[in-house]
Nanobody, 121 residues
């Protein structure tokens, strides 16, 4: 069974940095997109950043220049390096991936459980 396991959240002061990791576990035939979404209290879940298997990336305007997404295809792991953090970055961050598990006939969507990021002094 495929799972996405997130780590790296926590409390950080404004201007600080955090690195999130998302590892896909299980038997995976192929991995397409990996990405991060976030949901702040009282708000809808929003896209933060995505990365294709070939390395192409997209970012929300609100994080461009501050966040960097990367991936290790051999480990089926994605990373989100967050710098110059602001209080408005406070949210639960969810990993998302489009994966083709071994034994399946096509790609499917998978979500992690979420990790809390709090930016506060």
């Amino acid at each position: 069974q495929v799972q996405l396991l997130e780590s790296g959240g926590g409390l950080v002061q404004p201007g600080g940095s955090l690195r999130l990791s998302c590892a896909a576990s299980g038997s995976i035939f192929s991995s397409n997109v990996m990405g991060w979404y976030r949901q702040a209290p009282g708000k809808e879940r929003e896209l933060v950043a995505t990365i294709q298997s070939g390395g192409g990336t997209t970012y929300a305007d609100s994080v461009k220049g501050r966040f960097t997404i990367s991936r290790d295809n051999a480990k089926n792991t994605a990373y989100l390096q967050m710098s110059s953090l602001k209080p408005e970055d406070t949210a639960v961050y969810y990993c998302h991936s489009i994966l083709w598990p071994a034994g399946h006939t096509t790609y499917d969507h998978y979500w992690g459980q979420g990790t809390q990021v709090t930016v506060s002094s």
